[in-house]
């Protein structure tokens, strides 16, 4: 019997060690944590009800399992959620389990930290906002900004009655005017709060209506004719003053040649009448975007004979 225990015994020590070790190894590899950091999930979160805040959205989760299983895992291979279904408006106190957390087979969930998650839910609200346009800058110098048109001068906005029962208007994003010398559009977004969104059409086109800075100018001795002429047709005055407006370089050129004022007189009957003169620019400005702002005088008294 002794010297069965005896006989190669340097064989049996190693296979003891071997085993030993073995035994060890798949031991720790049982025993290996891996920590992961994932994001928590609110679901079910019931019609009509708006998350409005929660004190994480990343929780820390501690596995332990087989080494070979847990380095091959992503944050994706994860989830972690709070079932929200039956909730009501206000804030609440979450709890979270390892038992809240679903991981593949052969890991174990040790500890999820934080435990509990507070969350304030609020009711949906739905209303229509006005849209502001925000603009800065100047054109060039002798230009100016004429006015402001938007595709959309009101928007639908959805989210929290705590944000949306005193909201007024939206604003777009900048827009810069600085040294335009003509028209300018683009799509701008509309600057929101984060837990506001817009319900249909969100595509806002904003234009900028950049033209030459206008000049109001009066012309004095402006002849007036007759239409048709008539030799036997006396006017009372003869000449007229006309206020103009148009583009500045133009209307500094601007003489009392170029524009032209007629009194019709086809039909009237031999007598005395106050005519209405019809005034207009004629020449190279006739579409230069002049427009009269006044005559002086109004009427043109004519003597028929």
Do not use: C
Not at 108 to 115: D, E, F, G, S
Not at 245 to 257: F, M
Not at 259 to 269: M, S
């Amino acid at each position: 019997m002794r010297d069965w225990l005896t006989a190669n015994l340097w064989l049996k020590s190693l296979s003891l060690l071997i085993g030993v070790t073995l035994w060890y190894a798949v031991a720790r590899e049982q025993g290996a944590e891996f920590a992961f950091s994932i994001p928590l999930e609110l679901r079910d979160v019931p019609d009509g009800l708006e998350v409005v805040e929660e004190s994480v959205q990343q929780v820390d989760v501690r596995l332990r399992g087989p080494s070979e299983i847990l380095r091959g895992l992503t944050p994706q291979d994860l989830s972690v959620g709070i079932d929200l279904s039956g909730a009501e408006p206000g804030e609440r106190v979450a709890y979270l389990t390892p038992s809240d957390v679903a991981v593949p087979f052969g890991a174990r969930v040790i500890r999820v930290t934080p435990a509990n998650v507070q969350i304030a839910l609020d009711r949906t609200l739905e209303r229509t906002v006005n849209v502001i346009p925000r603009v800065s800058g100047s054109p060039a110098e002798g230009f100016e900004l004429a006015g402001i048109t938007l595709s959309l001068v009101s928007v639908v906005v959805v989210g929290p009655a705590s944000q949306i029962g005193s909201l007024e208007e939206v604003t777009t994003e900048p827009v810069s005017a600085e040294g335009l010398r003509q028209p300018f559009s683009r799509t701008v977004r509309l600057e929101l709060d984060p837990l506001v969104r817009l319900r249909g059409d969100t595509s806002v086109e904003l234009t900028l209506d950049v033209r030459e800075v206008r000049l109001r100018k009066e012309l004095s001795g402006v002849v007036v004719k007759s239409q048709p002429q008539r030799v036997n047709a006396a006017m009372d005055p003869d000449t007229i003053r006309v206020l103009v407006e148009g583009p500045k370089s133009l209307v500094e050129q601007l003489t009392a040649e170029e524009i032209e004022a007629e009194v019709q007189l086809e039909g009237l009957l031999p007598g005395s009448h106050r005519v209405v003169p019809v005034v207009r620019i004629v020449g190279r400005h006739e579409l230069a975007g002049f427009h009269v702002i006044s005559v002086n005088p109004e009427h043109i008294q004519v003597e028929l004979r």
